[in-house]
């Protein structure tokens, strides 16, 4: 992410140490509305890009678009939960 000062290993060794994406980039000085702006307008890029491309109409990519913001807030502000390994399932 180009907000942050970090690679992307190190961003997911931070997410997966239970930090959210807020909490990542407030401790850069990044705001969290900024983190937003930026996730959701990648977002809408790649629809442009899929709706000129022919995989997506314009009424498809405005359908997805409508809740993208909700959605991105919820993922930056939300920890990480990481999945269980096929073990540790199993010995629940």
Known sequence: MSLLSLDEAKL??????????????GVQGVVEDDVIALLVKQ??????????????????????????????????ENKHQPKESTDEAEQK
């Open 43 to 76: 977002h809408e890029e790649r629809l442009s890009e899929a709706v000129t491309a022919g995989k997506l109409t314009q009424e498809e990519a405005d359908k997805r678009s409508e809740e993208m913001e909700a959605f991105v807030k919820n993922m930056v």
């Open 12 to 25: 997911q060794e931070e997410l997966k140490a239970g930090k959210s994406l807020a909490e990542v980039a």
